[in-house]
């Protein structure tokens, strides 16, 4: 039996690590929202496997078919490589042995001993996929997000392949293609370029603005789509590319990352299973005082009119943990009163979350707060006078958000990653090729004698957007801003607050403040506290895996490397429900940010369900004015 064929639809997956045993169970008709049927096309596309690209025998994939990949092991089990599905309560860093086609709910259980004989984990060495299994991968836009997740799918083990990419600049279009071995007829300057269905999947990593129109196009030739966060930069657009979405029936998957990192999946197992019932959530993020001025004040995401909101563009990772992931439904009454604290047997599915409204549990109600205090010409320094560049400016050496430190000091020490490798944009290609040659760094060509790389970022600071002084350019997103959130009927409350002004650099701060017990945690360590006994304890990271998967300037504390791990899992067992989200789930996630955004614009509480209902409302008008002013039929929504 194919796994993801299963008739309840739900797969369970284990992994095991030090005597903590966490298992994902992912129910397929639970990912719908009440009352919302999947369309036709979306049902069709979760049972039936589709046609190859077109391009697959060309580009080496050989087969005709992609089937995931099994082992007989007494109950139908889907064979998955280490750390490789994330989710809600996924688990990367751990060895994943077997996704088991079993009933079940969500939860993710301790362990004390070993599995029971029927789940014996399998060899934990990763498996390699065969090629039927490797899904093929378009790459949209080949910038720091593309091309990171495109070496995910190249180091997944053959769990995927990229096969061609879309890149405006033709430099970085080359060192891409260099990278991952990619022919000149597999290369596009454009998505617009893609006529046909060349790659199971597209990666969609191009700007903000420009993601509707290509997932619009990509999923009416058929691809399943990967697309970095946001969606979209207007509720107009995404309204539009959940509607696509559907209509296509293909796989959709968003990057809010941050759900498939062990740590959350830490703080979920905690909101679920460790604090009775979750009464109030405080998260924050630090973004970071060089992170937000390179990204937000000098960088792509500095105006709304021209990216998002800064509360869009860095946090709606943290709004989706809200309204998916950190507050679970609440227990029925008499459950806080008699559930252990730590429960060392598997327990039963939870039952349904209620409903309210259109939606299942979740904010009904959210207000915001924030602007932007800092970056502002009336905070300049008065000692850096009419500069209006870093490298004309008397003071730049004690400024905090001087670029000649930010920038120039780490290409001086020869780092040419991230910030440093923006700042230089597709020249930066130019130079990696050059050390490919055998060249070397101080081989600069015009005899000052000055490192090829740093006489490359004082260039750009010169003359390019990031030199700029902090205080002189165009900014107006929200450097500070927070947000509340109520469940309704008393049922819990949510804060997010999101600063640029901190030392840690894109570090989540989360407290779950429960009815028996509390979480605090900063992605490093996350510790419960008992109020019963007092007792306090380390829940993550286990014992015996600090390091890299707590780390979180590593991919987002491994939720990157899981994403993709997860998606494309899903896309070999055409399987949405081992993404752990649909486009419904992905769309409300947004809507939230644009319904938190509309609070702190017009000061005053938005009703999430009527301003999703009028987002609606107000799109279906405008489609059916579209379709009678060019004599077609408005489409359904």
């Known amino acids: 039996m194919n796994p993801s064929r299963s008739t309840t639809g739900r797969v369970s997956l284990r992994a095991e690590d030090e005597g903590v045993l966490i298992e994902r ?11 919302r049927s999947p369309p036709a096309a979306a049902r069709k596309a979760a049972t039936m496997p589709r046609s190859p690209p077109a391009a697959m025998h060309a580009a080496g994939g050989g087969n005709t078919t992609r089937q ?20 809600a309560a996924g688990r990367v860093g751990f060895k994943w042995t ?35 299994s490797t899904v093929t991968v378009l790459v949209v836009g080949a910038g720091q997000r593309g091309s990171g997740y495109a070496e995910y799918v190249a180091t997944s083990r053959g769990a995927g392949r990229v096969v061609a990419v879309c890149e405006p600049l033709a430099k970085r279009r080359a060192g891409f293609a260099a990278r991952h071995n990619l022919p000149d007829s597999a290369c596009f300057a454009s998505w617009e370029q893609v006529h046909e269905r060349i790659a199971d999947a597209a990666f969609v990593c191009n700007q903000d603005a420009d993601h509707a129109d290509a997932v619009v196009h990509l999923v009416g030739l058929g691809f399943d789509i990967l697309c970095e966060k946001p969606m979209s930069t207007t509720m107009a657009s995404c309204l539009r590319m959940r509607d696509a979405v559907r209509a296509a029936g293909v796989l959709f998957g968003v990057c809010h990352v941050l759900r498939y990192s062990p740590y959350f999946a830490a703080v979920r197992h905690a909101a ?37 909101p800064s509360l869009l563009a860095k946090a709606c990772h943290d709004l989706d943990l809200l309204l998916h992931v950190l507050v679970p439904p609440p227990p029925s009454p008499a459950d806080d009163d008699v559930r252990p604290l730590q429960p060392r047997q598997p327990q039963p599915p939870p039952p349904p979350p209620p409903v309210l409204g259109a939606r299942r549990w979740g904010p009904v109600r959210v207000t915001s707060f924030g602007g932007l205090a800092h970056f502002r010409r009336d905070r300049k320094p008065p000692a850096a ?39 230089c944009g597709e020249d930066i290609e130019d130079l990696r ?50 947000v509340a959130l109520d469940y309704g ?36 360590q996350l510790v419960t506290t008992d109020f019963a006994s007092g007792a306090r304890r380390v829940v993550f990271p286990p014992r015996g895996t600090a390091g890299d998967s707590s780390d979180p300037e590593r991919g987002h504390a491994g939720g990157d490397r899981g994403i993709v791990a997860a998606f494309l899992a899903a896309a070999a067992a055409r399987d949405q429900a081992l993404l752990g989200c649909t486009i419904d789930d992905a769309f409300e996630s947004h809507a939230l940010v644009f319904a938190a955004e509309a609070a702190r614009k017009e000061s005053r509480v938005v009703d999430l369900d009527e301003f999703i209902a009028a987002a609606e409302a107000e799109t279906a008008v405008a489609a059916t004015a579209a379709a009678e002013h060019s004599g077609t039929d408005a489409p359904e929504s």
Not at 25 to 35: E, I, P
Not at 394 to 399: I, P, Q
Not at 409 to 422: E, I, K, L, N, T
């Open 68 to 87: 995931a990949p099994e082992a007989s092991l007494g109950r139908s089990r889907l064979m998955c490589s280490a750390g490789s599905l994330g989710g």
């Open 98 to 132: 077997n996704a088991v086609v079993d009933g079940g709910g969500c939860a993710i259980r301790n362990f004390q001993q070993k599995p029971d004989a029927g789940h014996q984990p399998a060899n934990m060495a990763a498996p390699t996929a065969s090629p039927a």
């Open 272 to 308: 679920e299973r460790d604090v009775g019932r979750v009464m109030h959530v405080d998260h924050e993020e630090a973004v970071g005082w060089f992170h937000f001025a390179h990204s937000y004040v000098r960088g792509n995401w500095a105006r709304e009119c021209e990216s998002a």
């Open 25 to 35: 169970v992912v129910d397929g008709a639970a990912q719908q929202r009440a009352g």
């Open 385 to 423: 006078g009419n500069a209006t560049r870093c490298l004309d400016c008397a003071v730049e050496r004690s400024c905090a958000y001087s670029a000649t430190r930010i920038y120039l000091d780490r290409a001086r020490a020869g780092d040419d990653h991230w910030p440093v490798s923006v700042v």
């Open 489 to 524: 009927r008393g049922a819990a409350s949510a804060a997010f607050s999101m600063s640029a002004h901190t030392a840690d650099v894109s570090r989540r701060r989360t407290r779950l403040h429960g009815s028996r017990g509390e979480a605090d945690g900063d992605m490093s």
């Open 433 to 482: 090729a050059a050390r490919g040659r055998g060249i070397g760094d101080d081989d600069n060509g015009d005899g000052d004698g000055e490192p090829a790389l740093v006489a490359l970022v004082r260039r750009k600071l010169r003359d390019g957007p990031y030199g700029r002084c902090a205080y002189e350019c165009d900014n107006d997103v929200c450097d500070h801003q927070v």
